[in-house]
């Protein structure tokens, strides 16, 4: 869930919210001298925070005060929880300082009050919001300047501060998404789109991929969630997966064939979901005389035919899935063909390899503001030819969210362990919208099967029939 509930989890000047990559995560490991953590963790937080002002700047107080969807916050909430997550966490837990404004402590908990109700809260408006957050940014570095970043668990790598940078790009993502909800006259200026692949017509529909061990989860990983730990060892049997996500055109094939109105292809629940919420296409989505068109960021466009399809729910990929005669991949089988290299057995960090994100990776960053074209970034793909399992679109799989075996709840439990259960489906992969910081290939998100909004699509996979 990407969600204000935990604290996991760049723009250019004059292009608000737009396209300047963000830093990419830092490797901290045992030889890492510590004045280069610190110089590493002060750039993350400055990418987080570039783009937090940029997500804020471009739109008049009236919109970062008003709720744009009961499903999400203001703006200007936001902004006050992330200075207030900081405060907490880095002055107060790490640097034992006093609090600042204990009396805004209430207001900006996220398990106290829900998104909905939250703009009947006395908020900070927004100039005392932005000051506060700048005030709480200049003591954290002044601590981070005098931090050995080392000797208690929260301090080991800096993690503690490595969390509170993934925490503000995570909220930075959700206010990406209150931008894509806002009615009104578009205010993010757009990117150039992500480069097509050259080679997408000779990809193959879907890949195998054999049975056998992998390693799923991290011990390793500096700055990795509770939810990832602790790394496992699970044996799958041979499936196929998709090369690609599915794409608009394929979706577009499932809706002509009268998918949103056949009941085979869903779930019970999802069946009454479909007929409750009159769900006829994905998000954002309207029919134009015999046009599809989609509003994004303000924008009316014609559904593009080659990109992944996004603002789809769990319940509508599955019903594609079970018309398409296949299926949602696990969370297992995600992870196994996006970090499993069979030449050696381990698994990466990503499916390219253990290095950073770079741009001819993946589409991170907000760079682009829309999905790239199926089969893009050839660089990115995993060892067994799997491409884009880092970015464009976050994937829902067949998964509910659990705990793995000997998971440990740290730094607090309500990160993760109150969210695990059947209500919630795992996401995998990231999107296009998500900071490198916060996105690798053992990174978890969880969501409502219901949720829409989000920049979610999919990929099927397939059973292999013994021998």
Partial sequence: MIDDARPAGAPGAGTPAAARPAAGPFEPGPDTPIEALREAIAAELQAARVRTAALTDCVEDVDLTAQHSPL???LVWDLAHIGNQEELWLLRNVGGR?????????LYDAFQHPRAERPTLPLLPPGEARAYA???RGRVLDLLDASPLEGVPLLDSGFAFGMIAQHEQQHDETMLITHQLRRGEPVLSAPPPPPA???AAALPADVLIPAGPFTMGTDTEPWALDNERPAHRVELPAYRLDTTPVTNGAYLRFIADGGYDDPRWWAPAGWEHRQQAGLTAPLFWRRD?????RRRFGVLEPVPLDEPVLHVGWYEADAYARWAGRRLPTEAEWEKA????PATGRSRRYPWGDAAPAPAHANLGQRHLRPAPAGSYPEGESPYGVRQLIGDVWEWTASDFRSYPGFSAWPYKEYSEVFFGPEYKVLRGGCFAVAPVACRGTFRNWDYPIRRQIFAGFRTAADVEAG
């Fill in 289 to 293: 005389g015999g046009q599809w068109l």
């Fill in 72 to 74: 999400m916050s203001p």
């Fill in 197 to 199: 692949p050259a080679d």
């Fill in 98 to 106: 006093d609090p600042m404004h204990p009396e805004i402590d209430p």
């Fill in 338 to 341: 996006a970090r499993h290299d």
């Fill in 134 to 136: 700048h005030e709480v």
